[in-house]
């Protein structure tokens, strides 16, 4: 979505240059302790949260 690249530009507007974003968290997922391209497996609740919270999105439209 280029949010990196609006992120990067905002800060280097207030003079704070950024090399390199790295996103902790996505949703409600902790991804610390993840290395780029690794991945672990959702356990059973985050499994109906995810389902849950798609449902509600989808409910809005």
Known sequence: EGRNHQVKDMLQKVGLPVDKLTREQYAFFDLIGL??????????VEVKRLKAQDYKNYRRK
Request: aromatic share 10%.
């Open 35 to 44: 290395q780029s391209g690794e991945y672990r497996k959702l356990t059973g």
